[in-house]
């Protein structure tokens, strides 16, 4: 069985430029879950989707960042302007449905954004 | 992350010792899962917590909850080199949120 998969691995932009990172999640699994990992810290939640309804967005800067989940599989988050600050991992989640699965949460590889 | 801390941040030990790693919540749990992160690399899981004083085992790793105390341990059996890497703790608030720790790095020396 195929994994979350996560593209690009690494990416490097100047700021102010736009980036985009896309998720395919695994078969089956109607959550999927966007977070933003800094060096040493814990993942933080980013986005929820439940199919393609964002269920939780609150932690999301919707000012520069965006994602869309449109037929409530593969995913896309989209940061326009990238700043300096936004350099870190996007790591990309996916789980079955419900409290329970949100327990058990399969994570692609993650995306390495340097912003220059 | 505030809500779930994690000690020591970082441990370092000689191969075949064992060892324990907390994880502390400032909230009521509903449920705590354990993952391990090689860097460079996602998350993997472990195991998930559910009940207070459940315990499960993973191979040589033992996590255990202590739902009074708000507390999860996670306790290393024997280590290995295998064992090295991040461990980070997880949970589901009462808000429906997923929030994890920063993570304890483990360094197993030969």
């Known amino acids: 069985e195929a994994g979350v998969v996560q593209s690009p691995r690494y990416k490097i932009i100047e700021k102010k430029q736009p980036v985009a990172f896309w998720c395919n999640p695994i078969?089956?699994?109607?959550?999927l879950y966007w977070y933003l990992q800094n060096l040493g810290q814990g993942p933080e939640l980013l986005i929820r989707?439940?199919?393609?309804?964002?269920?939780?967005d609150s932690q999301l800067p919707k000012d520069r960042f965006s994602a869309e989940r449109l037929k409530g599989v593969d995913s896309t988050l989209k940061i326009q302007p990238a700043e300096l600050g936004d350099s870190a991992v996007y790591l990309c989640?996916?789980?079955?449905?419900?409290?329970?699965?949100?327990?058990?949460?399969?994570f692609g590889p993650g995306t390495r954004l340097t912003v220059l | 992350s505030q809500e779930l801390e994690q000690s020591p941040q970082s441990l370092i030990v000689q191969e075949g010792k064992n060892l324990t790693i907390n994880c502390t919540s400032s909230?009521?749990?509903?449920?705590l899962y354990w993952y391990k992160q090689k860097y460079g690399e996602g998350l993997i899981f472990l195991m998930m917590?559910?009940?207070?004083?459940e315990e499960k085992s993973h191979e040589k790793i033992t996590a255990k909850l202590d739902e009074k105390k708000q507390q999860s341990s996670l306790h290393i059996t024997a280590s290995q080199p295998s064992h090295a890497g991040i461990y980070l703790c997880?949970?589901?608030?009462?808000?429906?949120?997923?929030?994890f720790g920063d993570g304890t790095t483990l360094t197993v020396k030969p």
């Open positions: 078969s089956g699994h109607n959550t």
């Open positions: 989707y439940e199919n393609e309804e964002a269920v939780d």
């Open positions: 989640a996916s789980s079955p449905s419900g409290l329970a699965g949100r327990g058990e949460q399969f």
């Open positions: 909230k009521t749990l509903y449920g």
């Open positions: 997880g949970a589901v608030t009462n808000a429906g949120k997923s929030t």
């Open positions: 917590l559910q009940k207070g004083g």
